[in-house]
């Protein structure tokens, strides 16, 4: 099945920095969400896209849908311990099925 | 708030057993799926559902099926379960477009069974 380019795989950052992951993909899609996991637990939508070119902001995170609509990217702000989990990219392109990225490891030194 | 329960956190089974996997919903959303999780491979969609006793294929559904009986249950059946099967499973819910829900919903995720296959 395809799968979206997500990079970085893993991050190692200081406490207050900012971050940026992207997921990139060959083909077009019409939506793009981004989805946090914390360990034990199941993905939690963060942020969603539906329009090229959108930009939308969740406290500290915000996420940009690429006006080509092959791309999006999440930055968070200030980063701070309990932003360490699992981050997902995923896109629609029609129906109800999701293609998902990889994944970006977030490790925050405190 | 949507609620997505899955019956197990954590499963330990032998190779050769038949599996069974349980996740409920509680928003009478018409839309169920069922993932495996690995590392480096993100999720992956085994089967997913849009009615009761409807299903479609995902893109790893060899060595599965699945169950919709009841609109809120969606059940995941390892038939004869391997060592290859050891994994994260993930079900999440979402409704369908036009149900008030708009074409876009997100799908919202239960909490995962770690299945250990021995």
């Known amino acids: 099945g395809q799968q979206l380019n997500q990079s970085p795989q893993s991050m190692f950052i200081q406490e207050g920095e900012d971050v940026s992951m992207n997921c990139t993909s060959s083909?077009?899609?019409?939506?793009w969400l981004w989805y946090k996991q914390d360990p034990g637990e199941g993905p939690v939508l963060l942020i969603a896209?539906?329009?090229?070119?959108e930009l939308t902001s969740n406290g500290r995170l915000t996420a940009q849908f690429g006006i080509t609509r092959k791309d999006s990217f999440l930055n968070i702000s200030a980063s701070i311990p309990s932003d360490v989990g699992i981050y997902f990219c995923?896109?629609?392109?029609?129906?109800?099925?999701?293609?998902f990225g990889a994944g970006t490891i977030l490790r925050v030194k405190s | 708030d949507v609620k997505v329960t899955q019956s197990s956190r954590y499963l330990v089974k032998r190779t050769g057993e038949k599996v069974f996997l349980e996740c409920v919903q509680d928003?009478?959303?018409?839309?169920m799926f069922w993932y495996r999780q690995d590392p480096g491979l993100g999720l992956r969609l085994i089967y997913f559902?849009?009615?009761?006793?409807?299903?479609e294929k995902g893109d790893i559904p060899e060595g599965y099926s699945v169950s919709r009986e009841k609109k809120e249950r969606f059940s995941l059946i390892l038939e004869s379960a391997s060592t290859n099967q050891t994994s994260m499973y993930l079900c999440?819910?979402?409704?369908?477009?036009?149900?008030?829900?708009?074409?876009?919903?997100?799908?919202?995720f239960g909490d995962g069974t770690r299945l250990s296959i021995l």
């Open positions: 995923a896109g629609r392109q029609y129906g109800n099925k999701l293609v």
């Open positions: 999440a819910s979402s409704p369908l477009p036009g149900t008030g829900g708009g074409s876009n919903q997100p799908q919202h």
């Open positions: 896209l539906y329009k090229a070119g």
């Open positions: 083909s077009i899609f019409n939506t």
């Open positions: 559902s849009y009615d009761v006793k409807m299903k």
């Open positions: 928003m009478d959303h018409e839309n």
